[in-house]
């Protein structure tokens, strides 16, 4: 009975320190009750492709009229749910980022995040920010290009390496990156080929590529072109690409071509939510847009 007491007696504060344990490890990175509501935090960041696609006014147009309904989305998601289920974020991206300090203003000022805590003002204020603050940004971008007699060009890939990990995915949200591009990427110190793989895709170079007959798919699996993988272990992140558009209209298929290499390379990087959507009237997008948001399967 004695040795039978001493061993009770040792068990006990094991047993104790094992649920102290287990209640540490389930606490995570935020509330409980937000983890378990994760799949309806939205953590929607959207990221700017500010080159020379930008020199057309109807692109900004249709860009800030796609903004809208980005915010309009995010703000009818945020009105239906419960002030304690609160936690949800809207933000702006670019890479590089911009020198003029007005566009980062207001990019600022376009960061958005609703908790439990957030004054109901804010979704008014969020709606008529998001519908006149992105011209504006757009017109400073013009203007720095025209200083600085060039556009800079857009990193997306290098965003993509760099920075989503860290942007972008939050294991408390439901992540979205959506990307307002025409399908075209370079940078000019982000210049890299791997046999037919690059990190780039301009108008000139896919008029040297041998995919421009109805046999395009074909001949690009078997040539292997694509984009350079830039990361991996994307699983947790969705993206919505919004406003492809061929700069070769002599190649019928150039737009089929561009979505091929971004589908392939969402698959490469392990995303498996994504939508790509070439230009169109912002009316007909704004179904895409809210779909996608709301649709969270």
């Known amino acids: 009975m004695f040795l039978l007491l001493c061993f009770s007696c040792i068990e006990e504060p094991t047993q104790k320190s094992t649920a102290k344990k287990s209640t540490a490890s389930n606490s995570g990175p935020c509330l409980e009750h937000i983890q378990n509501n994760k799949v309806n935090n939205l953590n929607i960041s959207v990221l700017l492709d500010l080159s020379d696609r930008i020199e057309d006014n109807k692109v900004i147009s249709k860009d800030s009229a796609y903004l809208a309904s980005i915010s309009e989305a995010y703000l009818d998601h945020v009105k239906s749910k419960k002030l304690i289920f609160l936690e949800d974020r809207l933000k702006l991206y670019f890479n590089p980022e911009p020198s ?36 504006t940004l757009y017109s400073y971008a013009q203007a720095d290009a025209i200083e600085k007699q060039g556009y800079p060009g857009s990193d997306i890939w290098r965003f993509f390496k760099d920075h989503v990990n860290d942007y972008c995915i939050s294991s408390c949200h439901r992540n979205i990156l959506i990307i307002l591009t025409d399908g075209y990427m370079y940078y000019d110190q982000t210049v890299m080929r791997e046999k037919n793989r690059t990190s780039y895709l301009t108008p000139k ?7 421009n007959s109805s046999d395009w798919k074909a001949k690009m699996e078997n040539g292997d072109y694509g984009f350079i993988p830039a990361s991996e272990g994307l699983e947790d992140l969705e993206v919505l690409v919004l406003g492809l558009d061929t700069k070769n209209p002599s190649n019928p298929y150039e737009l089929d071509v561009l979505n091929a290499y971004w589908e392939n390379w969402f698959k490469q990087m392990g995303i498996k939510k994504y939508k790509i959507k070439s230009t169109d009237i912002p009316s007909s997008v704004d179904k895409v847009i809210k779909d996608f948001l709301i649709n969270a399967s």
């Open 100 to 135: 003029n300090k007005k566009i980062n203003e207001i990019a600022h000022e376009l960061e958005v995040t609703f908790t439990k805590d957030s004054p109901q003002a804010e979704i008014q204020n969020t709606f008529e920010k998001y519908n006149s603050l992105p011209s």
């Open 205 to 211: 170079y896919t008029k040297t590529l041998p995919l």
